[in-house]
């Protein structure tokens, strides 16, 4: 008995949890950003959901009507020792056009802003100051202008949004909207992504 209170022991210290932390962003259609997001190394979890609106638990329906003030967004879990917040942001501000009011492509309407929810003082100040830097150094050529908001809630969007372009990579949407920017991730980010 002593003997296998002793294995459990090591095998609890051989394994050491990693704690995790959550990062929330909007950036259009989040089935494009749950995409992205999944592919990089250090992210254990991507799901779907509506943050920064009024009503509780809305339905997709209700976000597309652009009255609740939810933003389509993506939650992220990750492990800060293999992939940090700010590696996180630049995956952001580089996979979408953080110039555009409540657009992305064909995508518009207040639910397709970008937006970043912060969920502590040190996610609020790195995304400030990343916006700042991107703005003072006039780095696309048009102002950003990317919400930076407090993360109050967030509502697990319907089961059949999670996993979407996984699920669903032969639709046409899939082919024709998300797998360019997949093939952009890769480009830029190799080194970042999942083998």
Known sequence: MVIILMIATVNTQAKPKTATEKATFGMGCFWCTEAIFQQLKGVKKVESGYSGGTVANPTYEDVGSGQTGHAEVIQVTYDPAVISYKDLLEVFWKMHDAT??????????????????????????????????????????????????????????EDYHQNYYKLNGSKPYCRIVIKPKMDKLEKIFKEKLKQ
Not at 106 to 122: L, M
Not at 125 to 154: H, R, S
Request: hydrophobic share 35%; glycine share 6%; charged share 25%.
């Open 100 to 157: 555009t009011l409540n657009r992305q492509g064909a995508d518009v309407g207040t639910q397709y802003r970008s937006v970043i929810f912060y969920s502590n003082a040190d996610q609020k100040a790195l995304a400030e100051k990343y916006k700042k830097e991107l703005n003072d150094q006039n780095a696309f050529g048009k102002p950003v202008v990317t919400q930076i908001a407090a993360l109050k809630n967030f509502y697990k969007a």
